[in-house]
């Protein structure tokens, strides 16, 4: 089975530090896209698929605190983590810095295991969180199907074997996260005869 690549997007005006980070990068497992300015980088990211953002902040047109600020205001787009790459280190440059929502800092020049760690502890981050997202849209859409049968139940002519594939569907199948799918589900029941009736659902 493929494992995909955590996608890093590195957005800056010189092209020698794309390359840098991309030598950096490459190697560890990382897929790297690029981006010049700041409308390219919004571009991609509202594509779909960056997992973490490296965004210069002295760029020409759109800077980084601006870049940043568009992407945490986007819904679909707020929960990658940023990290800002700056020659600056003023605290006052930090401190706009967050106040645009970046995660992390790395002041030029930086170092290929300050990049490399400062990245793998915020992916780490990044997927607790999404594990955590996902887990809660299951539990609502869960409380929301179980709400539903409730309000449709007749106890006469209920029949459970006809409803069992959007439960197990519902339930546990069709969770967010994919890692917590189970590939076949065996459904027992047990009948007046007291003989169990195996229902098979993939």
């Not at 945490?72 to 003023?90: A, F, H, N, Q, Y």
Request: with cysteine; hydrophobic share 35%; aromatic share 6%.
């Amino acid at each position: 089975m493929d494992v995909k690549k955590p996608r890093v997007l590195c957005v800056d005006d010189a092209q020698e530090n794309l390359e840098l980070l991309n030598f950096i990068l490459t190697p560890k497992g990382y897929e790297v896209t690029t981006a010049v300015n700041g409308e390219d980088a919004l571009r991609i990211v509202q594509n779909g698929g960056t997992d973490i953002v490296l965004l210069d902040v002295m760029m020409p047109g759109m800077d980084g605190y601006e870049v940043c600020k568009k992407i945490k205001r986007d819904e679909t787009s707020r929960d990658i983590p940023v990290i800002m790459i700056t020659g600056l280190d003023l605290q006052t440059d930090r401190v706009k810095g967050i106040q645009a929502g970046a995660e992390d800092f790395i002041t030029k020049p930086f170092f290929q295991e300050e990049v490399l760690t400062r990245i793998k502890m915020l992916l780490k981050t990044k997927k607790h969180h999404d594990r955590l997202s996902h887990s809660y849209n299951d539990i609502t859409r869960a409380v929301s199907f179980g709400e539903e049968i409730i309000r449709s139940f007749h106890g006469f002519d209920f029949d459970f074997l006809s409803r069992i594939d959007d439960i197990v569907s519902q339930t546990l199948c069709d969770s967010a996260n994919e890692a917590d799918r189970p590939k076949c589900v065996l459904v027992g029941i047990r009948g007046e005869d007291k003989k169990w009736l195996w229902h098979k659902h993939e």
